[in-house]
């Protein structure tokens, strides 16, 4: 295996990728942090969240300024793509739906064992 392919193209976008969204999941866990104190969500916790976000929407469409090729490529596998999207949506719904929903509580009340 050799990354000789592994230039500026690769490179740059990924790591600009790679700190939005490690900066997204920092700003997250800070604010994650303050509503455990019953406290509402800051507004730059807003904005910087919106800021990540547009971090790793720049690093995609570098990526795909730098890299057309691959861009084309990717894109004769469209109907893959999305089934992979849709089944992983579905999945993810599955999950959420059964994870949130409540159990069923007998009426009788039993004591806890400790």
Do not use: H, W
């Amino acid at each position: 295996m050799s990354f000789n392919g592994f230039g500026l193209s690769l490179a740059l976008p990924l790591l600009i990728g790679a700190v939005g969204v490690f900066l997204n999941f920092l700003v997250g866990e800070l604010d994650r942090e303050r509503l455990i104190d019953n406290a509402k969500s800051y507004r730059t916790y807003k904005a910087t969240f919106y800021l990540t976000f547009g971090i790793m929407i720049f690093a995609v469409v570098l990526g795909a300024i730098m890299n057309p090729q691959t861009v084309i490529s990717t894109l004769s596998n469209t109907p893959y793509i999305a089934a992979g999207v849709a089944l992983l949506i579905c999945v993810s719904y599955a999950i959420l739906m059964y994870s949130s929903r409540r159990f069923l509580r007998d009426d009788k009340k039993d004591p806890l064992i400790v």
